[in-house]
């Protein structure tokens, strides 16, 4: 079955520095997709960034990238130079390709920028 | 841009009545979902649905829950009888090939 773990309930971060939240996951499906998803305060969900399971290199969507250990299953999510607005919410989530079609999400951390 | 729509944004129900949850998902996605949210914690998976049938369920969609595309361009979720416990915040997402797009979500109350 599969598995989403972020052990992180919050986190501090200064503005203007980088942090890095963790998520490691369990599958046995070889072909699986990643994600992260930010929720701000007003509680909608906001895509992030993806990487594929055959992706040989790390995603990278502006101040995000998405750092992809796969023999470790970890994807933690790498946020530089953050922004008093990225306090928020922060799902990884993770979907099989075998049947189902569906999309499984961690706990989430909860993200404090400090100014 | 292409977004998925809720209605509506917050339900009050009492105890034991029936809800349904509308939304409107990105118009050439096929693969619609409904998530819940209690507290703001963790977004649980509630049903997955593709071409016009179930695709997969979790254990919190029970007999109660219902799903239907009555047209081609609604989704919506129905609570035969709501209970206390039900009371969350309930997103619908639709995706064409993995990311999902979620809508702002129906807060629901049951009383």
């Known amino acids: 079955a599969q598995k989403i773990t972020q052990t992180q309930p919050g986190m501090f971060v200064q503005e203007k520095e980088a942090v890095t939240l963790d998520c490691t996951y369990d599958?046995?499906?070889?072909?699986?997709?990643l994600f992260w998803y930010k929720q701000p305060s007003s509680g909608e969900m906001i895509f992030l960034i993806y990487?594929?399971?055959?992706?040989?290199q790390n995603a990278t969507e502006g101040r995000y990238s998405l750092n992809f250990q796969k023999a470790r299953k970890s994807a933690n999510l790498v946020i530089s130079a953050s922004q008093l607005g990225d306090s928020a919410m922060y799902f990884c989530a993770m979907r099989e390709s075998a049947g189902g079609f569906k999309t499984i999400f961690g706990a989430g951390t909860r993200l404090f920028v400090k100014a | 841009e292409p977004e998925v729509t809720q209605t509506p944004s917050h339900q009050v129900t009492q105890m034991g009545q029936e809800v349904i949850l509308r939304c409107v998902p990105i118009?050439?996605?096929?693969?619609f979902y409904w998530y819940r949210q209690i507290l703001g914690q963790k977004v649980e998976f509630l049903v997955s649905f593709y071409n016009n049938e179930i695709s997969e369920k979790s254990e919190i969609f029970d007999d109660q829950f219902s799903v239907e595309r009555p047209d081609g361009s609604n989704f919506t979720l129905k609570i035969r009888s709501t209970k206390l416990e039900d009371s969350a915040m309930y997103f619908c997402?639709?995706?064409?090939?993995?990311?999902?797009?979620f809508g702002s979500g129906t807060q629901l109350s049951v009383l």
């Open positions: 599958t046995s499906d070889p072909s699986y997709g």
């Open positions: 118009s050439n996605h096929l693969y």
């Open positions: 990487q594929g399971s055959y992706d040989q």
């Open positions: 997402a639709s995706s064409a090939a993995g990311v999902l797009f």
